[in-house]
Nanobody, 115 residues
C-alpha cells in the first residue's frame, strides 16, 4: 500500500507561481514512477507531468517550459513547481504513484489562477 497526500494549492494571479507537494508513505521503496494529473470541472483528468525513480521526466505540451517536476527521495516527497500560471491551469491537481502496474492516487489539491 502507498498513501499520497498533496498540499500547496491555492489562489494565485496570472503569471504567478505555486509549488505543489506530494508526500508518500507506506511501501515507498517499490514506487517506480510518480506523476501529477489535473482535472477541471466537467473535464477529463489529464496528465501534467511524470518522473521516474531514475529522474526521467515528461510533460504535457500545455505546461512545457513553465512547470518542473522533481522528487526528494530522502523526504519521500514529489514536487510540481508551476511558473507563469494561466487561468487555463485552474484545476484540482492529483498526485499519483506506480508500483509495477498498480497506481495510487492522492485526494487532490485545488489550484485557482485568477485576477
Amino acid at each position: 500500500q502507498v498513501q499520497l497526500v498533496e498540499s500547496g494549492g491555492g489562489l494565485v494571479q496570472p503569471g504567478g507561481s505555486l509549488r505543489l507537494s506530494c508526500a508518500a508513505s507506506g511501501n515507498i521503496l517499490r514506487i517506480n514512477h510518480m506523476g501529477w494529473y489535473r482535472q477541471a470541472p466537467g473535464k477529463q483528468r489529464d496528465l501534467v507531468a511524470v518522473i521516474t525513480s531514475g529522474g526521467t521526466t515528461n510533460f504535457a505540451d500545455s505546461v512545457k517550459g513553465r512547470f518542473t517536476i522533481s522528487r526528494d527521495h530522502a523526504k519521500n516527497t514529489m514536487y510540481l513547481q508551476m511558473n507563469s500560471l494561466k487561468p487555463e491551469d485552474t484545476a484540482v491537481y492529483y498526485c499519483n504513484a506506480a508500483v509495477g502496474t498498480i497506481v495510487y492516487w492522492g485526494q487532490g489539491t485545488q489550484v485557482t489562477v485568477s485576477s
